[in-house]
């Protein structure tokens, strides 16, 4: 943290809040401009702070947050007129009527989300609209409520520097709130609601406290409002003022704090100054708007950051807590359970998808103090399964029981609390919290301190302790302060793994752990889950076969929905049924595993093609962190290209350059003789340069066949073409994306590539995650690809790569170790050994901690 605190006090926030409202103030007397418009300035800015409490930290999008700030106008206005002695207790009044008005709207609209949400909060303001404008006896109707008396703050200067004062208190309350643990539950609920419930967090109650704080915050500063003009309108309620408040905080800057302060004060003041010239001042002041957006998408504030070369959110500060001298080693706390009794039962577990059956009459029991592996082809149902004990997906038919209890009806978070928890397939990580902020949230879900909102979340010792102990048993201490999407993808499965483990639970569910990691890796967490082993009860999914015997104590197979076989790791291996299903060979081949897809002969006559990728010297990376470091590098045509390296070293980053993704700081790339340092990813893409990305990144929503015909142009392949290249995608091709297991994913992101005509295609991690069979499949689509286009694969697995490829780099921090022939890196064990941490099949003794 920073070691300067007049530094530290200087910087924060709240101090420019009242900086900027005392030289509004002082401006304001010596300019003769009314006291007034700078008392409204203040209100709304406290107006969109409340309502940035949602957008910015929670998520939440609110087109009538109104409702509150005009009801609250109504609240004080009545109560002052028949229940009320002064204005402090009708504001108190307006504060407590917000909160409850908040807790019972949002019971009923949070059980929406996005648009729909948003849609309904507008509803929620045009009711009460039509409600104070048509009751007249009660509200006055049309004319309102006039005369509403100010007994105590008579005069404007005194009311002017009450709600100044108490405007920047407020401020100060949300800025607690933001560092507080309920408020960084807010912004991890922000990213990925789905992983916040899979730690433990009641989400739609934590959405609630936020709506009704929200609510609170808004309604005070509707109260101020009608104390200000002395009168409340229904005006303010219409879906004409609906908006007023998000705009200023889009204007001022979404994912900034002072945002609202500076929105405010440009909405005002232009209302004012415009309104002045022409009734339909919305005609100006509509396209400054869209200038600014367009030219800042984080508003005023991020013009500021600019001229500080510094773009970043500043909604909460950007340091971490100081790394401990000596961190504790992870120890995890061992369950006390008789070993011969099971803490999970599944009996005659059942799921359909319309016609596709993905569990079918499933038992399975899962023994404590065990690591039991779950395997199987992809689109097996393994997901699926996984999804329905962890409580994602209900079943069916059947019943999951968890330490003798039926868990069938409980919801993911009250599953987690009883001590069962998972880790995710695709990755479910906090991509704009630090790495150090991704642990700590889950570390602190089981804390009874995670929905404290006074307490500095950054000075619980105990959780950050522990944060800190996850994050080196993981290797990731050295990156605790960068943030999740700077990190590699490697990086990232590792962190997944981090805040898996942060939930202490007494069965937990990995779901594919080691995808995307490299050896020296894979071994780390290969040793870390046998250990857990030995405390818990680990449920594992995973392709790598050779370490899923090597490490597992029990073995399951699941195919076509079905368990096929069941017992010691070796015995279910050498079941004919596995290898046949699993394995896609019959029981008197080789395991796919040991198979590799060589190159044709003349293949290799490519190395002597043309040069159509040249990068020199390259530097690039993200916000101001630099990855690579004078990278040179080249492709030529017709040739297959292996680009190797442990994580974090820069291969992806090395693609999203080519693409024009990642930010380029020195040296140039030339492609086909054209330089393409600055393009922009689409024209790169129309100059024949394409890229499967990892993850596969598909449109879930759209077909396999809308997927493909999206992407094509003409000139690419043909889909008769991509149908014999991957026969499987004719018969998928009306199925959804997001209903395709993961090797059917990596066929349409390969096919989606083709639909357009390239010369260089870059794969990353084409095979991650794929069972040998599919990854088999893969790479012969792969080997018939170089008569398409030159290729470059980012790959962990040297040995699955080398053989398919004519030319070899291999990368160490940002930079290449080597350069050249594949077969020459295949054949030199050593350099594999001492530039990618790669060692040969392990024994399971070497697991055992």
Known sequence: MNSNPCSSVLRHPLLWVAL??????????????????????????????GVSLLVGYTGLVPFGASVFFGCASYAVGIGMRSI????IEALVFAIVFSLALGGIVGLVILRRRGL?????????????????????DFTGGENGMQDVARPWLTSMTAFHAFSIVTIVLAMGFL??????????????????????????????????????????VVGYAGGLLALLVQGVYANNLSWQHAGDALLMVVLGGVHQFLGPLWGAISFVLLQDKLSAITENWWLIFAPIIVIVALLSPEGIQGFFQRLRRRTRWTLVRDEIPPRPAVIEPFESTKIVRDPNKPILSVRNLGKRFGSIVTANGIDLDVMPYQLHSFIGPNGAGKTTFFNMLSGLLRPDTGEIVFEGRNVNRLLMFERVRLGLARSFQILSVFKELTAFENVRVAVQARSPQRHAIWRDAYRIDAINARTWTLLQAVGLDHRAAEKCANLSHGEQRLLEIAVSLATDAKLLLLDEPLAGLAEADREIVGKLIRRLASTHAVLLI??????????????????????????????????????????GKSKDEAPASASVIAMPTAAHHARSGEVIVKIEQLCAGYQGSQVL?????EIRAGEVVALLGRNGVGKSTTLRAMMGVAQIGAGRIVFDGKEITHAKPHEINRLGLSMVPEGRRLFPNLTVLENLVLAQREGGASLDEIYGLFPKLKILQKSKADALSGGER???AIARALMVPSRVILLDEPFEGLAPAVVKDIMEAVVQLRSRASLVIVEHHAESVLPMADRAYVMVN????????AQTLAGDAALQARLLGVTGEQERTQYVA
């Open 20 to 49: 900027v409202f005392a030289a509004l103030s002082f401006g304001a007397v010596q300019f003769g401009i009314p006291l007034s418009r700078i008392t409204e300035i203040a209100i709304y800015t406290l107006y969109g702070a």
């Open 84 to 87: 009320f002695t002064n204005e």
């Open 116 to 136: 729909y949400f948003s849609l309904l909060t507008l509803a929620c303001s045009q009711i009460a609209y039509e409600v104070a404008f048509k009751w007249t």
């Open 175 to 216: 800025w607690r709130l933001a560092h507080s643990p309920f408020g960084r539950v807010l912004q991890a609920l922000r990213d990925n609601e789905q992983r916040v419930s899979s730690l433990g967090y009641n989400t739609y109650r934590v959405k609630l406290v936020a709506f009704a704080i929200s609510a609170a």
């Open 542 to 583: 995973e392709h790598d076969i050779d370490r899923v015997i090597a490490l597992s104590d029990r073995l399951t197979v699941l195919h076509q929905g079905r368990l096929i076989a069941d017992g010691k790791p070796r015995d279910v291996a050498n079941h004919p049924d596995v290898i046949s299903a699993y394995l």
């Open 629 to 633: 470091d004078r990278l040179d590098m």
């Open 746 to 748: 990596q066929m349409v």
């Open 814 to 821: 940002g930079q290449m170790a080597f350069a050249g022939s």
